[in-house]
């Protein structure tokens, strides 16, 4: 079965901790992506990656940077959280290449910042 | 501006009955995939069905088929006979020509009532 792991299902912070959001897959994929779910506004793109050291902001970077040092892992770090941080971070990879390419995801992280 | 449109932000059905899940969509790439994904309670995104541009008939996938109007801009999800394992969030992502990440909607809520 391919994977996309999220090492935590549930994880609650302080405000000002940083905090690191791990993802890996098992598919050998060259791209790998973070949204971040909130009702009503669907899933939005934080930063994507393409290839390993490569990194491309997406929709809403601010307040989140990302590590990428090896092709099967990418990283979401917030450097110093906040209570407007808390929300469903879900991580997906796909294969690099056409429209038709589909995006697999992890079961998602809920992360409550207090 | 909003690439993809969801308008219906919570839809009920009768168990066994047919339901349209609505999604229209703005690009002016002449090359792009349309997915559907269904999103459990559990949180898991799972992807349903594709709908490539040059497409010339709809896609079909078991009780799921999109109804695809190129000149509308629309690709709405079409679920057949529907059952209680249906109620879940329905997300609709396009991708763009190039390397380019699934850009989504913000989601329907659909509940299925015995």
């Known amino acids: 079965d391919v994977k996309v792991t999220q090492s935590s299902r549930y994880l609650v912070k302080r405000t000002g901790e940083k905090v690191f959001l791990e993802c890996v897959q098992d598919?050998?994929?060259?791209?790998m992506f973070w949204y971040r779910q909130d009702p009503g506004l669907g899933l939005r793109l934080i930063y994507f990656?393409?290839?390993?050291?490569?990194?491309e902001k997406g929709d809403i970077p601010e307040g989140y940077s990302v590590s990428r040092e090896k092709k099967e892992r990418f990283s979401l770090i917030l450097e110093s959280a906040s209570t407007n941080q808390t929300s469903m971070y879900l991580c997906a990879s796909s294969h690099r290449g056409q429209v038709n390419t589909e995006a697999f995801f992890g079961q998602g992280t809920r992360l409550t910042v207090v | 501006a909003q690439k993809i449109t969801q308008t219906q932000p919570g839809m009920f059905v009768q168990e066994k009955e047919a339901v349209t899940l609505d999604c229209t969509y703005d690009?002016?790439?002449?090359?792009?995939?349309l997915f559907w994904y269904k999103q459990p309670s559990s949180g898991e995104m799972i992807f349903l069905i594709y709908?490539?541009?040059?497409?010339?008939q709809n896609a079909t996938e078991g009780r799921y088929s999109l109804n695809f109007q190129k000149a509308r801009k629309s690709a709405n999800l079409v679920i057949s006979a529907s059952q209680l394992g249906d109620s879940a969030m329905y997300f609709c992502?396009?991708?763009?020509?190039?390397?380019?990440?699934?850009?989504f909607g913000k989601g329907t809520r659909l509940s299925v009532i015995a």
């Open positions: 690009t002016s790439d002449p090359s792009y995939g």
């Open positions: 990656s393409y290839d390993v050291k490569m990194k």
């Open positions: 709908q490539g541009s040059y497409d010339q």
């Open positions: 992502a396009m991708r763009e020509w190039g390397n380019t990440p699934l850009v």
């Open positions: 598919m050998d994929h060259e791209n």
